[in-house]
Every structure is written in structure tokens, then in C-alpha cells.
């Protein structure tokens, strides 16, 4: 199927620059474990994963072209799928038996759920899905990609409803630890996003919520890093915990929109409740960051939401020890009152 360059920019992957985020317990959890179901994901992966993007291996050993209506009604009578792929050579194959194309999976680990979302034949991959057990639908490829994070990075909100509605699992991750879900924040994939959420329990949001990549960053993390506000409002209706911290420094959603000068990210969260002092494995809150990086109009936003000026970090700093010598940053402060264990009393002349 023929793509523009702009439709070839939909299948960009991220970078396979993973950095250990001391996590090791959510390596280490099975899928079973991770999701509450069992997945069906292939057990006879190449020892060394696939780093080709989605792009570079559209046209795959399997070819979606050759499916039509007549075709897919006849198959789906007798499908059976296979519990691993199957290594029988043609020679092997009797010649009454001819090989089933929804029981089979690419050498990229694909199955043919994954391709007909890949070549976005949406009209197909609902009727296998409708089709297929949940565990197939589960399966992940050599890039440990299920079928849901493809349809989430084609932005096919359908699909993952149809995925969603027959108990898909939206918390498995991929080769970079990103869920379904990080791959909504990251590309702003608002519909796919609410179709993953719109039916989960609290309990298993929560969950979904605190599952952190491979560089340590949850959802949360990964909105405010691509300042996706819309999708932030979404999650926030959700009662998702504003203050989750990442697994490498302890920072929260409000700690990274400081960081990124990103104001209305800031006035966003610190209007929803965000916890304005809350501080980083170094100690360092939202504060002490605003004013190393001399921004006056976060530290305004700051002090205003009632920002304690006195708590100091691991190097016994206090957010004013680091204003010392910043007049335009030091303006700010109300010197009115007097602070007291990191109270505010207010005085009055």
C-alpha cells in the first residue's frame, strides 16, 4: 500500500535509549501478573530483538492484500490458533493441508491482527477480533508490541475499543516499557486514550497509572514531557494521583512542567491540587527548581499556591538560599511576614 511521507511519520518509534530506572520489580512481573490475565505472547522470540520501527518492515512475510470478504468468511469456520509458531517447511506440510493465515505469525512476531492494523484495514482487524480468544490478542511481537499499541500509535480509537470491549490487557509494555496507554500521552493520542480508560475500575487505573518505562517516567510523566494539556484535563477527571513520582529522581508531574518553563501546565496542576511542596529524592521542591532556573512567572505561580520558601534540600538549601543574589527572583517575595518551622505568620505594621 502506497504512503505518503507524512503517513510514514506515523510509524517513528522512540529511540532505543532505555536508562535503568531501578524498577526492576515491574521487569520482573509476568504478564499474568501485570495485567490479571494470561497472555499468549510468543515463547520462541529471536534472541535479539528487532530494532526496525513499524515502517521498515510493513511488507512483512504475511500479506494482508491477499484477504477479502470471501476469504475471511470461509477461514474463520475452521481457524485454530497455534500456541507457537509454527517451523514446519513446506515439504512438511501435507499437501491436502493448506496453512491457515490466521493461525500464523511473521518472523517479526507479528500476527496477522497486528498487520491489518499496521496496514490499517480497520474493517478486517474488527472482524478477527471478534473472532480471536482475548489470548491471542494479546500476543506481542519482537518489539513486544501488542496489536493495541500499534492501533494506539495509528491513532485507530476503534480498534482499541473493539480491543478493549473484548478484554484486551492495556498494561503490557513494550521493548522501551511504554503500555498502550504512555504511547497515548506521548502522541497526544486523546480518542485512544479515553477508549483505554473509559470502563477501568479505579483500582485498575491506579495500577495502570503508576506503571513506570524503562527511564522510569509514568503516563503522568510522559503528558506533562510532551505537554499534552488536553490529555492531562482527561486523566485529571479521572482522579488519577497528581503526585506519582518517577522511579530515577523522584520527580513529580509538577517537578517536570517546572522544568520545561511550561506555566499553564503548572497553574493546571497546582489548580487540581497538585501538592506545591513536594520535593525529589534530593529534597528539592518545585521552588528550589523555579528559582535555579530564574523563572519569575513559575516562581510567582508558586508562591501564590502557598510554596514553603524554607525547606531545604540534601544540600541544606532553602529555596531563598538559592534567590540570594537575584534581585528580579527575590522581588517576588512577600517580606511582610515571618516564617516560623516552615509556617507562614503573617505581620502586620
Known sequence: MARSDGEKNKFDMLEDTRTDSGIDSFRSLTKDD??????????????????????????????????????????????????????????????????????????????????????????????????FPKEVLDIQNDLSQTPMHLAVYLNQPGVVSALMGKGA??????????????????????????????????????????????????????????????????????????????????????????ELHDVEMVRLLLNKGANVDAAMLNGCTALHLAIGRQDADITTCLCQAGADRMIRNMEDETPLDLADGKDDILALFPFDDIQIMGRTIGVNF
Open 34 to 131: 501485570r495485567c490479571g490475565a494470561g497472555s499468549a505472547a510468543d515463547s520462541t522470540r529471536r534472541d535479539e530483538p528487532d530494532k526496525l520501527g513499524v515502517e521498515e518492515r510493513l511488507d512483512s512475510a504475511y500479506g494482508s492484500s491477499s484477504l477479502n470478504a470471501d476469504s475471511l468468511d470461509e477461514i474463520m469456520g475452521k481457524c485454530s490458533i497455534s500456541e507457537s509458531r509454527s517451523t514446519e517447511t513446506e515439504e512438511e506440510v501435507s499437501e491436502n493441508e493448506e496453512e491457515n493465515p490466521f493461525a500464523t505469525i511473521t518472523q517479526d512476531g507479528d500476527t496477522p491482527l497486528h498487520l491489518l492494523i499496521i496496514h490499517e484495514e480497520e474493517s478486517f482487524a474488527h472482524e478477527l477480533i471478534k473472532f
Open 169 to 258: 490487557c492495556p498494561a503490557l509494555q513494550d521493548q522501551d516499557g511504554n503500555t498502550p496507554l504512555h504511547v497515548a500521552c506521548e502522541h497526544g493520542r486523546l480518542d485512544c486514550a479515553t477508549e483505554m480508560i473509559r470502563n477501568v475500575s479505579a483500582i485498575e487505573l491506579t495500577y495502570m497509572m503508576n506503571i513506570q518505562n524503562w527511564r522510569g517516567l509514568t503516563c503522568l510523566h510522559v503528558v506533562v514531557l510532551h505537554r499534552q494539556h488536553k490529555l492531562m484535563r482527561l486523566l485529571i477527571k479521572k482522579g488519577v494521583d497528581l503526585n506519582v513520582q518517577e522511579g530515577t529522581s523522584g520527580k513529580t508531574p509538577l517537578h517536570v512542567a517546572v
